[in-house]
DNA sequence: GTCTATAGCTAGATAGAC
DNA sequence: GTCTATCTAGCTATAGAC
């Protein structure tokens, strides 16, 4: 009997967990297409550029995430600053579950991952930079202080996130996003 | 020709140097070995329980590293509140060299060091919490308050080295220092 | 206590059937 | 497009000489 093809977004969503929790050294193969639903020769021949390809693809899904799920929204000057950034945390808040997942940049940005791929990875950060220094513009500050209050926020999801993963709880992160609505607020 | 015995300290620096940069699994025995100046089998001679036991005691040196250059420091009370924080802010900036250098926790907190390791993990990051805590509350605040800054302080200083080390620059981490300093002044 | 040499296994990657 | 079977390299770990 014929095997079904498996959609690309049931493998990106398997990658993307696999490489989230395990980083680029630490995702196995076996791991890789197990989380997917396919073997492992049949992940080559999606990926025949083996796991640097498939973790190139991953970061690509992950920067259309941010392009989509926060930049477009915090720069939509069709609705108040306010509604943005609250839809945009919501987002944030869904993609992380609540804390309880890690940052795939941040899963990547160290041992092999780092080396192959940091170009990569600073671009994907910088679009999130920009989209709050964007909504820092809206909201009237000065370029300075925009691009000052992007860079906290981020450091707020990122730092909660470490915090919240290595003690159990989603209240560290829960708490900076709440911090970082507030921070917005005119 | 006898080869000289190679120190403990030599050796728990270089297993933390290649820990740091790869995570649990991202570190082989190979560069375990090379970093610390030994072959691996004399690696296993000291640590015959493997990685396992060579991660273990990394994480001890880490929280003693902890108790004696941010938990004494911050918890003195022969000096002035002011003075300890800029103290352990100090021995803190040494230990990331600026920025430069990520987190062991971090590092250690994800692929098969967090499963292996998470109670240790919480537990140094516990007592840096609970460091920062006890100065909180010698600058005057009540309990829950000085609890919160010790989180916030945590996450700056986490958050900013992932920033750093993505972006490339010690800015992030040095301005996340400067903050913190600033937090405490009475 | 350190070394060379190697065992045993699992990793990433490939060949070829269906 | 997916699969089973397999290759080779690198991994963790061990044996035994000095």
Same mark, same amino acid.
């Given at each position: 009997?014929?095997?079904? &093809?498996?959609?690309?977004?049931?493998?990106?969503?398997?990658?993307?967990? #696999?490489?989230?929790?395990?980083?680029?050294?630490?995702?196995? %193969?076996?791991? %890789?297409? @197990?989380?997917?639903? $396919? !073997? !492992?020769?049949?992940?080559?021949?999606?990926?025949?550029? /083996? &796991?640097?390809?498939?973790?190139?693809?991953? $970061?690509?899904?992950? *920067? +259309?995430?941010?392009?989509?799920? #926060?930049?477009?929204? $915090?720069?939509?000057?069709?609705?108040?600053?306010? *509604?943005?950034?609250?839809?945009? $945390?919501?987002?944030?808040?869904?993609?992380?579950?609540? /804390?309880?997942?890690?940052?795939?940049?941040?899963?990547?940005?160290?041992?092999?991952?780092?080396? %192959?791929? /940091?170009?990569?990875?600073?671009?994907?950060?910088?679009?999130?930079?920009?989209?709050?220094?964007?909504?820092?513009?809206?909201?009237? !500050?000065?370029?300075?202080?925009?691009? =000052?209050?992007?860079?906290?926020?981020?450091? @707020? #999801?990122?730092? +909660?996130? #470490?915090?919240? !993963?290595?003690?159990?709880?989603?209240?560290?992160?829960?708490?900076?996003? =709440?911090?970082?609505?507030?921070?917005?607020?005119?």
């Amino acid at each position: 009997m014929r095997m079904a &093809k498996v959609s690309d977004l049931e493998i990106l969503n398997g990658l993307m967990s #696999v490489f989230r929790a395990k980083g680029y050294d630490g995702a196995s %193969l076996n791991e %890789l297409a @197990e989380a997917t639903g $396919l !073997k !492992k020769a049949s992940l080559y021949h999606r990926f025949p550029g /083996g &796991k640097k390809e498939m973790t190139a693809a991953v $970061l690509d899904f992950m *920067e +259309s995430w941010v392009i989509n799920k #926060v930049y477009n929204v $915090l720069s939509d000057a069709k609705i108040a600053p306010t *509604e943005r950034l609250r839809e945009a $945390l919501a987002n944030i808040n869904a993609v992380y579950n609540e /804390g309880r997942e890690v940052c795939l940049y941040r899963s990547l940005s160290m041992d092999t991952g780092m080396a %192959l791929f /940091g170009e990569k990875i600073e671009k994907g950060i910088n679009q999130w930079l920009e989209s709050f220094s964007i909504l820092g513009k809206a909201v009237g !500050k000065d370029k300075d202080t925009a691009t =000052q209050m992007a860079k906290q926020s981020f450091i @707020e #999801v990122q730092g +909660s996130l #470490v915090l919240s !993963k290595a003690m159990g709880s989603t209240e560290p992160f829960q708490n900076a996003i =709440q911090q970082i609505e507030n921070r917005y607020k005119t």
